[in-house]
T-cell receptor, first 114, second 109 residues
Framework: DGGITQSPKYLFRKEGQNVTLSCEQN?????MYWYRQDPGQGLRLIYY???????QKGDIAEGYSVSREKKESFPLTVTSAQKNPTAFYLC?????????????FGPGTRLLVL | QKEVEQNSGPLSVPEGAIASLNCTYS??????FFWYRQYSGKSPELIMF????GDKEDGRFTAQLNKASQYVSLLIRDSQPSDSATYLC?????????FGTGTKLQVIP
């Protein structure tokens, strides 16, 4: 089955620790995205990638980093510089890199701070 | 003014009724409009997309777009308890896609 997978489902971060969230897709989509969802707020874009080996900052990139070494994979690292990381993190993909295109979401990772 | 506005709800409708969800947007250059359904604790799932003025129907769902009024809506006919969820409106343009905060729908059996 084609789709987007995210792991882990839940992730706990200790003070000062970097953690990495995994996102994999087998839809052969060119573009991938990372969003953060907080209660009462709309989805906010962290980073996006329209092509392998290239990515762009979104609205709230500070404290996060990404890589896009393979078309199928777009991992997100939450660094210790992100002071309020508790949120629901959503990975999405679209066929091309245009924002007018439909984005499909993975199941999400919930990050909690210990 | 928020870029994409939705009434947070909850919107309560009886089972079998029509649920009407509304969304307004501020960017007149917006080109694509999406409705996602999000169950509690789950990720958004695409319900419909619409690009042109008018109505688009898919089963029990109808999306309506009025670019002159900067307004998009989603109608759910014969509402079922399984439709109870938060519905996110998303608006896409050249530079970005913007999501609303969602309307919570409760379908009462």
């Amino acid at each position: 089955d084609g789709g987007i997978t995210q792991s882990p489902k839940y992730l706990f971060r200790k003070e000062g620790q970097n953690v990495t969230l995994s996102c994999e897709q087998n839809l052969n989509h060119d573009a991938m995205y990372w969003y953060r969802q907080d209660p009462g707020q709309g989805l906010r874009l962290i980073y996006y990638s329209q092509i392998v080996n290239d990515f762009q900052k979104g609205d709230i990139a500070e404290g996060y980093s990404v890589s896009r070494e393979k078309k199928e994979s777009f991992p997100l690292t939450v660094t210790s510089a992100q002071k309020n990381p508790t949120a629901f993190y959503l990975c999405a993909s679209s066929i091309g890199g245009h924002f007018q295109e439909t984005q499909y979401f993975g199941p999400g990772t919930r990050l909690l701070v210990l | 003014q928020k870029e994409v506005e939705q009434n947070s709800g909850p919107l309560s409708v009886p089972e079998g009724a029509i649920a009407s969800l509304n969304c307004t947007y501020s960017d007149r250059g917006s080109q694509s409009f999406f409705w996602y359904r999000q169950y509690s604790g789950k990720s958004p799932e695409l319900i419909m997309f619409i690009y042109s003025n008018g109505d688009k129907e898919d089963g029990r769902f109808t999306a309506q777009l009025n670019k002159a009024s900067q307004y998009v809506s989603l109608l759910i006919r014969d509402s079922q308890p399984s439709d109870s969820a938060t519905y996110l409106c998303a608006v896409g343009g050249y530079q970005k896609v913007t999501f609303g905060t969602g309307t919570k729908l409760q379908v009462i059996p």
